[in-house]
């Protein structure tokens, strides 16, 4: 099977802008969660999406937004770009059955805020 | 809310020797997970400990979790090269949160 797959890989923006990363899970997961990565916080849960409903959510303010599609791809949104949002943003998806923990990370993507 | 404490942040180990990194919580886990991320790349799931008390190996690696599930260690035999990277703890919370720790960040000394 294909692995997660993420879009784009590598990013540049400026303050003010908004941005949207793309994650395709493996085929027939249909948990995906979003995790910002920075040398200095680590990785930080964003949102968690199965079936199309947010499961869980992290303590990020509303800039940050994220959906997901039937055929379980997802979307993660930031508004208004900030330095601080500068990190890699990863995603990783679950199988079908909820209680299967196994997480498949994405290769990330890298946003550069300017 | 819950945090997840990693312990020690670098870990700088001579080829040949063990090391063991250890991750705390403040709430009580339903499960806890080990992921590895080699420099450049991404988190690789390791293993998942469920149990109280339950202990896990893979070749060299030896997993724990502690009987309150509320701490697990991670301990590596024989270190070799291909043990670089950082490891991640991360633990689920009753309300299925999921909270990494910050990481054991494993260098080694040939």
């Known amino acids: 099977k294909a692995g997660v797959t993420q879009t784009p890989r590598y990013l540049i923006k400026t303050r003010g802008q908004q941005v949207t990363l793309s994650c395709s899970p493996i085929s027939g997961h249909r948990s995906v969660s979003w995790y910002q990565q920075t040398p200095g916080q680590g990785l930080q849960f964003l949102f968690e999406y199965f079936s199309e409903t947010q499961r869980n959510k992290g303590n990020f303010p509303g800039r940050f937004s994220g959906r997901q599609f039937s055929n379980s791809r997802s979307e993660m949104n930031v508004s208004t770009l900030e330095l601080g949002d500068s990190a890699l943003y990863l995603c990783a998806s679950r199988p079908r059955d909820r209680y299967q923990e196994t997480q498949y990370f994405g290769p990330g993507t890298r946003l550069l805020v300017l | 809310g819950q945090q997840v404490m990693q312990i020690p942040q670098y870990q700088h180990v001579q080829e040949g020797e063990d090391f063991t990194t250890y991750c705390n919580s403040s709430?009580?886990?339903?499960?806890i997970q080990w992921y590895k991320q080699r420099p450049g790349g991404h988190p690789v799931f390791l293993i998942q400990l469920v149990k109280s008390g339950e202990v896990k190996k893979q070749k060299r690696l030896t997993f724990q979790f502690g009987e309150a599930k509320k701490n697990s260690s991670l301990h590596i035999t024989a270190t070799q090269t291909t043990d670089v990277g950082t490891y991640f703890c991360a633990g689920r919370s009753n309300d299925y949160k999921l909270s990494f720790g910050a990481g054991t960040t494993v260098t080694v000394r040939a």
């Open positions: 709430t009580t886990l339903s499960n």
